[in-house]
């Protein structure tokens, strides 16, 4: 009867609107009775309706595999309804279905495009892949079709705010405000004002909730959540560079605020910024006495000790200034030990105060026996003259203990350091072995630390801080698999440490002992629900990760080094994923500032050392990967990363560990976590394999990787906009963006590091490099502007390497005692300079060469990795290893290293 109904009125309007007229009028028309059809036709009877309510329910309680099931009863009804569809593959994509549950969510929307349920699941789609703007963009079309949906609203607004679209942020929180003004809406269109750094707009919002919403301060909850109102307000005022008023409502406040160390941080952090020297010292002090062992409190106290508000400024003596409040404090904390550390850092070496004051200073460590001195003192050793001064103190206190058995008189008096009773005393001169010993190999004299370490372990061979000592110097000296006997032989005096066991196993790994180093680890992973690997993925235990991965692409493994580096970015993708706890959390708890600091510590996340180490592995891996793909491209991926693994290990190397040594030691022992092994071994039988267990060598993933520059370009995507200063991560960005012929991003890294060190050996090569590409005139562009913009900015770096050899002599001038240097320079010569073959025997020269008074273990390694790179022949390179094992006879890179015939504490030998 409907139809029959809109046919009559249908043939009725075309009547009316006439065959040539006002046909606009009859298209809208037109448009809105099929849009009618279409949303009646996107409806359910009342049984499936209901059916359909019960699919979302089970979604929500996460019963997955019955919500498909009841979906897949109504789609047996109603095949194209579009919001069944969708909610099916939603289910699917929670049962790791991925391909099947994105087409039904796209079918769905062809089904059913005007229905804000479509377009939402398919947001959570992309949200759970974790492909944060198309999922915004999802809902965004939803919002459309329902542009009140407060929960589409809410999670639009979470996804804005996870991409830090500040812009888009604020206009969904202020439609949120407007149609629910509760306290969490309010505080967040404030919070979208202050990160989009309109401060006046977020002062104007939380003005606005005080007066609307009221701030008095009922139960302990409330009297909180004002008082963190209060100074994150405070705090927007402070950025907003208005300090005096900053100051002033700070001040008002206080009655309310119930964090007074975070009110009177905030109070000597105003005080600086106004230049008030008096009060921020005050302040300063103030600080001090209730926490006088915090360095940031003293980092103020100095930066308020220097304002200079007056005249005669110029005439003060700031450092004794500073030394003056730094013995107040002593004197107040009754013998903070910052206190005695900082005036070490503001003295110059050479002065006689500063000898006198490390005197006090280090008498408390030597007396009471605490190993972690030096690693006090080493920020010191940037400074040759504070270096000198601290060899000459320990090296007076060995000969004073040697000759009197005790320490010099003096360094007590005036110290205001803590006192030491005779129960804490222990042999001084024990420590004062133990000190010098990593004085010595900080300083590059192995042969004295070596002799000093030994001595020490003649009066106490128990103690284990000294085994540490002695496998540090070993592996200073090339000498890895000695540095992993002694490592273990002090990991065998305490079973329990998880410390000691950890460090042993990190110097097996780095001797390329991997499998050993896991077995120590999964001691104490085996009472876990997953062990080995999996355990320490899950714990998101990275320096195994990444030691692991280094060492697995030394070796020339390729997939097991991707597998390790790809696990440390994916740890980093789960941080960035946890910021959503943070989002509504926040808000509704009204901890703003520490949210805030949040979201400024996610920026820069990518700046860490562990991403920057896990990216450099990647980059390594997939332009290897490149080369390999590229050289040989009949044989299959597997063959070609067997070959590279065979050639890498046919390497000349030192000593291996001896059958029945070191090598699956740990299977023998026991430790405090193998009793639960037994009974959680049903249990583990059950579980998942997670994703380490999951292909565990890494060949799925990266016979993934089709083109490995592609996928090299995502990192350099990532750590690009962040200014850098690390020439590696520069050279790789430059040899990624050279392959793939992306001129304009080559020179980008080029005059990056050109900029910070021009005389650096990468630098150098970028530039030959570059100019050797471009010696065809091929560009990136076609543009005739940006090929001559690009020829504008590259000539003052390029235009001097057209004459190559006369451009590295030039260089070689300036750094001919760096070994490393020269041997880059030999290089370049030997490969660029084929026209002139005297050039290229003199590249070969200097590649050879170990006459420079910089040649290092390290450098001597790249160099030999080179040599065997340009396969210049068995012989060139046995000649080669010999120079270099008689320059550094313990290195096992060199054949070198002494083969330990004494037997293991556990069993065994090396």
């Not at 009028?25 to 309706?49: A, H, N, Y």
């Not at 941080?265 to 300063?284: G, N, V």
Request: proline content about 3%.
């Amino acid at each position: 009867l409907f139809l029959f109904c809109e046919f009559c009125f249908f043939g009725w309007r075309l009547y009316w609107c006439g065959i040539g007229e006002r046909k606009k009028d009859f298209v809208c028309w037109l448009f809105l009775r099929v849009g009618v059809l279409i949303e009646m036709g996107s409806s359910l009877p009342t049984k499936e309706q209901s059916a359909f309510k019960s699919v979302v329910k089970l979604y929500e309680t996460k019963n997955y595999k019955k919500a498909v099931k009841v979906a897949d009863g109504i789609l047996k009804k109603f095949p194209k309804h579009g919001e069944t569809l969708s909610m099916k593959g939603l289910a699917l994509n929670s049962l790791d279905r991925r391909v099947e549950a994105f087409e039904l969510a796209n079918l769905g929307i062809i089904n059913d495009p005007r229905s804000h349920v479509t377009w939402h699941v398919l947001g959570l789609m992309h949200r759970a892949d974790r492909n944060y703007r198309a999922a915004a963009k999802a809902y965004k079309q939803a919002l459309k079709n329902d542009r009140d949906n407060i929960q589409i609203l809410r999670d639009l607004a979470l996804l804005e705010i996870q991409i830090r679209d500040y812009e888009g942020y604020r206009a969904t929180r202020l439609q949120l405000l407007k149609l629910k003004p509760t306290q969490n809406n309010w505080i967040g269109f404030a919070v979208a004002h202050h990160l989009a750094k309109d401060h006046e707009a977020a002062l104007a919002v939380l003005d606005a909730y005080d007066k609307t919403m009221g701030s008095a301060a009922g139960d302990a909850e409330e009297a909180f959540e004002a008082s963190e109102l209060a100074l994150y307000k405070n705090w927007i005022i402070e950025e907003s560079g208005n300090y005096e008023k900053a100051r002033i409502h700070l001040d008002e406040m206080k009655p309310r605020v119930l964090d007074r160390i975070s009110w009177r941080e905030s109070r000597a952090r105003l005080l600086i910024l106004l230049k008030d020297r008096e009060e921020a010292i005050d302040e300063c002090r103030t600080l001090l006495k209730i926490n006088p062992d915090n360095g940031a409190y003293y980092r103020m106290l100095l930066e308020a000790s220097v304002l200079t508000s007056d005249s005669d400024s110029e005439n003060r003596d700031f450092r004794s200034i500073q030394l003056s409040l730094c013995d107040d404090i002593a004197e107040i904390s009754d013998g903070s030990l910052s206190s005695l550390r900082i005036p070490l850092d503001i003295l110059d070496g050479d002065s006689p105060e500063f000898s006198q004051r490390l005197d006090r200073y280090v008498r408390y460590f030597l007396d009471k026996g605490i190993p972690s001195l030096f690693s006090d003192l080493k920020p010191l050793y940037e400074d040759h003259t504070k270096v000198t001064a601290i060899g000459w103190l320990f090296e007076s206190f060995l000969t004073h203990l040697e000759e009197g058995g005790s320490l010099p008189a003096g360094g007590h008096a005036n110290s205001n350091g803590p006192t030491v009773t005779e129960k804490d005393a222990s042999s001084p001169l024990l420590w004062v072995l133990h000190f010098l010993a990593q004085h010595y190999d900080r300083t590059l004299a192995f042969e004295k630390a070596c002799a000093t370490v030994e001595k020490a372990m003649e009066i106490d061979p128990n103690l284990v801080e000294l085994y540490l000592v002695k496998a540090k110097i070993l592996y200073h000296l090339g000498d890895r698999l000695g540095a992993v006997h002694v490592a273990n032989e002090a990991r065998m005096m305490d079973l329990a440490d998880r410390y000691l066991n950890s460090k042993c196993a990190k110097y097996a790994i780095r001797a390329d002992m991997v499998e050993q180093g896991e077995a120590w680890i999964s001691l104490f992973t085996r009472d876990a629900e997953s062990g080995g690997i999996q355990a320490l993925y899950d714990m998101q235990c990275m320096w195994y990760e990444l030691e692991a991965g280094e060492s697995f692409l030394r070796q020339g493994k390729l997939a097991q080094a991707l597998k390790r580096f790809t696990a440390v970015e994916r740890h980093f993708g789960d941080i960035v994923e946890d910021q959503f706890d943070f989002h509504t959390y926040c808000l509704r708890k009204v901890t703003l500032r520490s949210y805030v600091q949040l979201l400024r510590m996610e920026d820069s996340l990518y700046l860490h050392v562990y991403f920057r180490r896990a990216a450099k592995g990647l980059l390594r891996v997939l332009l290897q990967l490149d080369d390999l793909k590229s050289a040989v491209k009949s044989d299959s991926l597997s063959e070609q990363l067997a070959r590279l693994t065979m050639l890498r290990s046919r390497k000349i190397g030192g000593p291996e560990p001896e059958e029945g040594g070191i090598t699956n030691l740990a299977s023998k022992e026991s430790s405090p976590g193998a009793s639960g092994s037994v009974r959680k071994g049903k249990a583990n039988a059950r579980r998942q394999p997670g994703w380490m267990e999951i292909d565990a060598d890494g060949m799925e993933l990266i016979g993934a990787i089709k083109a490995p520059l592609t996928d090299a370009a995502k990192y350099v995507a990532i750590l690009s906009p962040f200014n850098l200063y690390d020439p590696e991560i520069e050279y790789l960005f430059f040899e990624v963006s050279l392959r793939r012929k992306k001129y304009l991003l080559a020179l980008r890294s080029l005059r990056r590091s050109h900029q910070r060190d021009p005389y650096c050996w990468m630098t150098i090569a970028m530039q030959v490099k570059l100019a050797r590409s471009l010696s065809n005139g091929e560009l990136d562009s076609k543009s005739g502007e940006v090929n001559e913009a690009f020829r504008m900015v590259s000539r003052p770096l390029l235009d001097g390497v057209a004459n190559l050899s006369k451009f590295l002599m030039n260089y070689l001038d300036k750094v001919r005692e760096d070994h490393l240097r020269s041997f880059v320079t030999g290089e370049l010569l030997y490969l660029y300079a084929r026209e002139s073959p005297s050039s290229r025997e003199q590249g070969k020269e200097l590649m050879l060469s170990l006459g420079y008074p910089t040649v290092s273990i390290k450098s001597c390694e790249f160099a030999l990795g080179r040599l065997q790179d340009l396969d210049l022949g068995e012989e060139v390179i046995s000649t080669f290893m010999e120079a270099c094992h008689k320059r550094f006879p313990s290195a096992n890179s060199f054949g070198g290293g002494v083969v330990v015939q004494r037997s293991l504490p556990g069993g065994g030998s090396i």
